[in-house]
């Protein structure tokens, strides 16, 4: 067994001696799951969620109705794959009724809801209606104020929080890491341009130069990503410049020049496997700082654009109504974010533990 497996080993006892950690890599999976499944998992698997029944807006949460299923002219089948990543058009119109009685063989008078107290009757053919043609749908965390479904828009706003984190990481770690490598491992010249850069974009203000990259790419889905992304590499950087600059005056390193190994084997093979601890800690914080940064985005309209959902936009869209009469139509998104960022602190504190990260 290699030495390289061993601590492995050890260090995933350490982890999993660490409840905090256990708990929060279990949320996590669980998010991971629910994102990419979230269109089967989703009461409303439409497209974003984003099923609109006006009725039934501003409901409270637990709230049940009756609906008339009434088929769509143009109807799309979705395959599997689609699904997955977009999901599919609702087959049939939902109206909300408090009730309904035959008048023929061939027809229904449907009591349409309207509000409470009010409703009208309307007329259908029963040879244009499928078989069971009602369905009684409970929204467990209640509607917004375009009717839709808060827990579907929750469970797919997974999606783009993750997406997001995800990113970020990637483009944060691959800038960071490359750069502070460089910096650490060669000094001199290389060392002060690197860090004269990395103290520039240190001294803006992080949601200042979001919100700059943002404006200069466009609003939108994939422009978060590389906007937070950019911005959050500094910290990395730092710190494998630090992990470089101890490790390369060890006596393995001094082996590799005196074996006359290049310097990208000696940097890649030999330094940055030994300093991936400390790492993999940033990693997790980067993560949900990122998911925080989005949100905050979102909530102030220059991130993720409806309809498709997002936590921070929820809570835009909703945030009105803490004071008033439905509270969790903002409070619901706002659990979701602190969660999952709570999830991603409990694990990077688990392996810092685990790493034995000084």
Not at 62 to 78: A, R, Y
Not at 235 to 254: D, F, P, T
Not at 336 to 341: D, E, G, S
């Amino acid at each position: 067994m290699s030495m390289a497996s061993t601590l492995q080993q050890a260090a995933w006892k350490r982890l999993k001696k660490n409840k905090g950690a256990i708990v929060g890599l279990i949320i996590i999976i669980l998010a991971i799951f629910t994102a990419i499944f979230s269109y089967f998992i989703a009461p409303d698997s439409s497209p974003y969620a984003n099923r609109i029944i006006l009725e039934i807006r501003k409901q409270k949460p637990g709230f049940k109705k009756t609906f008339l299923k009434v088929p769509k002219e143009t109807n799309t089948k979705s395959g599997f794959l689609s699904r997955l990543l977009y999901g599919t058009d609702d087959e049939f119109d939902f109206i909300p009724i408090n009730g309904y009685h035959s008048i023929s063989k061939d027809s229904i008078v449907a009591l349409k809801f309207i509000d409470d107290g009010v409703e009208e009757e309307k007329t259908f053919a029963i040879s244009k209606l499928p078989t069971s043609f009602t369905v009684t749908k409970k929204f467990w965390l209640g509607t917004d104020k375009f009717g839709r479904d808060i827990l579907s828009r929750i469970i797919i706003g997974t999606r783009v929080s993750l997406s997001v984190g995800l990113i970020t990481v990637i483009i944060s770690l691959s800038i960071g890491v490359l750069l502070g490598s460089l910096a650490g491992y060669f000094r001199g010249r290389i060392d002060n341009i690197i860090m004269w850069l990395t103290n520039i974009i240190w001294s803006i203000p992080t949601l200042l130069l979001v919100f700059a990259i943002t404006f200069a790419l466009g609003k939108g889905f994939w422009q978060v990503f590389i906007a937070v992304g950019l911005t959050m590499w500094v910290n990395v950087a730092r710190l494998v410049r630090g992990q470089v600059l101890s490790i390369r005056e060890l006596e393995y390193i001094e082996a590799t020049r005196v074996l006359g190994y290049s310097h990208f084997r000696t940097i890649f093979r030999h330094i940055l496997p030994n300093i991936m601890g400390p790492v993999l800690v940033i990693a997790a914080s980067n993560f949900a700082s990122a998911i925080v940064i989005e949100a905050g985005l979102s909530f102030l309209g220059v991130g993720v654009q409806p309809p498709q959902p997002s936590w921070g936009l929820m809570i835009k869209e909703n945030y009105s109504f803490i004071i008033t009469q439905n509270p969790m139509l903002a409070l619901a998104p706002g659990f979701a974010i602190m969660l999952l960022v709570l999830a991603f602190n409990l694990l990077g504190n688990g392996l810092r533990d685990a790493l034995d990260v000084r």
